[in-house]
């Protein structure tokens, strides 16, 4: 027996025999809904877009408890879910104070990698006394390693009395988006301003943070393209 002559029957055994028409109708919407729908839901399913996705890692030389790390990073990934950026942390790797030790190798090569120096690392003058980060680049081609410096950072953060781990991931942040948009892309406000002094980092409202339309495009488009070079 034909799967359309099954169909048929359950039809006129449901709905009874009723008018030819009144059971073809019928008919047609049961064969409808039970091949239409799958196949429908499959190729919705297939046409879903991926979400843009970079992988960070962190190494730490400054023996940053846990705790506030972890709310760095969880900032750090809201603020780039809201322009519909995924972040992936691998694993912090940390110095260890063992004479001649070495931090050990990524099991998983990150796409960028964010360096947290302690207060024994020198600055060498080159950066002004408030900078708490540096993300270094070319006009033609971005980095993808970024510098904290956590002295400063936590400096500011016991000044203001944030020691939740805020102040951190908004300079983390800040420096991811250096190293995913083009040179010279600041803006007068949000969170990639030309210029954080530490005042202005003291009384920054986390919640407020944002990045403009355009850098939002730009971060998804560069992540998009697996990081070639803008």
Not at 26 to 35: A, D, G, I, K
Not at 66 to 73: F, I
Not at 180 to 207: C, K, N
Not at 209 to 224: E, G, M, N
Request: net charge neutral; aromatic share 6%; glycine share 8%.
């Amino acid at each position: 027996m034909s799967q359309l002559s099954t169909l048929q029957d359950v039809v006129t055994i449901v709905f009874g025999k009723g008018s030819p028409r009144r059971r073809w109708w019928l008919l047609t919407l049961v064969v409808w809904v039970s091949t239409g729908l799958p196949l429908e839901g499959r190729l919705a399913a297939a046409t879903l877009p991926e979400v843009p996705t970079v992988t960070i890692a962190v190494d730490d030389y400054a023996d940053v408890a846990s705790d506030e790390l972890d709310r760095a990073q969880c900032l750090v990934t809201r603020l780039y879910a809201a322009i519909g950026v995924k972040t992936d942390w691998l694993e912090t790797r940390r110095v260890s104070n063992a004479p001649g030790a070495r931090m050990r190798a990524n099991v998983v090569w990150p796409d960028l990698r964010i360096i947290v120096l302690g207060p024994q690392t020198a600055h060498n003058g080159t950066l002004p006394e408030d900078a708490v980060g540096s993300a270094p680049g070319t006009r033609t081609e971005r980095g993808r390693i970024a510098y904290v410096y956590y002295d400063r950072v936590r400096m500011i953060a016991l000044t203001s009395h944030q020691v939740d781990g805020d102040p951190l991931g908004v300079v983390i942040a800040h420096e991811i988006g250096h190293l995913l948009l083009p040179y010279g892309s600041h803006s007068e406000t949000g969170l990639m301003r030309g210029f954080w002094s530490a005042q202005e980092i003291r009384r920054v409202d986390v919640g407020a943070l944002a990045f403009t339309p355009s850098q939002a495009r730009d971060i998804r488009q560069r992540v998009s393209g697996a990081f070639i070079a803008p």
